[in-house]
Nanobody
Framework: QVQLVESGGGLVQPGGSLRLSCAAS????????MGWYRQAPGKQRELVAV???????NYADSVKGRFTISRDNAKNTVNLQMNSLKPEDTAVYYC?????????WGQGTQVTISS
C-alpha cells in the first residue's frame, strides 16, 4: 500500500508559477507509475501529467510546454512544476500512484489562479 501527501498548492496570479510535491511512503516507490490529476468545480477529474518508472512522461494537451513532471526515486517524491499559469488551471490537484490494477490517491491540494 502507498500513502501519498501533496504539498505546494496555493493562490497565484495568472502567469505565475507553482511547484507541487507529492511524498510517497509505504511501498517501493520505484515500482509505481506516478501522475498528477486535477479536478475543477463541476468538472470530472482529468489527467494532467504522468511519469513512468523509467522516466517517460506524458502531458495533457492543455499543459504541454508549461508543466513539467519529475520524480526523485531516492527521495520517494514526484513533483509538478507549473509555469505560465492560467485561471483555467484552477483546481484541486491530486497525486496518483499506480501499479497494475492497484491505484492510490493523495488527499489533494488546492491551486487557485486569480488576480
Amino acid at each position: 500500500q502507498v500513502q501519498l501527501v501533496e504539498s505546494g498548492g496555493g493562490l497565484v496570479q495568472p502567469g505565475g508559477s507553482l511547484r507541487l510535491s507529492c511524498a510517497a511512503s509505504g511501498s517501493i516507490f520505484n515500482n509505481y507509475v506516478m501522475g498528477w490529476y486535477r479536478q475543477a468545480p463541476g468538472k470530472q477529474r482529468e489527467l494532467v501529467a504522468v511519469i513512468t518508472t523509467g522516466g517517460s512522461t506524458n502531458y495533457a494537451d492543455s499543459v504541454k510546454g508549461r508543466f513539467t513532471i519529475s520524480r526523485d526515486n531516492a527521495k520517494n517524491t514526484v513533483n509538478l512544476q507549473m509555469n505560465s499559469l492560467k485561471p483555467e488551471d484552477t483546481a484541486v490537484y491530486y497525486c496518483y500512484a499506480g501499479q497494475g490494477f492497484q491505484g492510490y490517491w493523495g488527499q489533494g491540494t488546492q491551486v487557485t489562479i486569480s488576480s
